[in-house]
């Protein structure tokens, strides 16, 4: 089964930049969909961004961070990324890897993930 290790966050000041990192371990990182959640205090766990294991699909973001944050993933050293621009004091949260081993389905929900990391803080000061 696959395990997932979140690094690369922290303090920012707005407007600036984080790269966050999921490495995962076990089971079969390039047929799995993969998805960056956040949860910041007092609100429900939100997904930010998603890209499938198919090669060449879109990712899937939530409308406050288009055009701000890219999803990526390196099959080959069996890595999650999260490039985070223009970052926005509303971006601070607690930041979650997941994962989606069920191949086929909807994968935009969390309940549609059944691995997730520790999670990583972020944290943006105006």
């Known amino acids: 089964q696959i395990q997932l290790v979140e690094s690369g966050g922290g303090a920012v000041q707005a407007g600036g930049s984080l790269t966050l990192s999921c490495a995962a371990s076990g089971g079969t990182f390039s047929r799995t969909t993969m998805a960056w959640f956040r949860q910041a205090p007092g609100k429900d766990r939100e997904l930010v961004a998603a890209?499938?294991?198919?090669?060449?699909?879109?990712?899937l973001y939530r409308d406050p961070v288009k055009g701000r944050f890219t999803i990526s993933r390196d099959n080959a050293k069996n890595t999650l990324h999260l490039q985070m621009n223009s970052l926005k004091p509303e971006d601070t949260a607690v930041y979650y890897c997941?994962?989606?081993?069920?191949?086929?389905?909807?994968?935009?929900?969390?309940?549609?993930?059944?691995?997730w990391g520790q999670g990583t803080q972020v944290t943006v000061s105006s």
């Open positions: 890209l499938t294991w198919i090669g060449g699909s879109s990712p």
């Open positions: 997941a994962a989606r081993t069920d191949l086929s389905g909807g994968y935009g929900q969390q309940g549609d993930y059944d691995i």
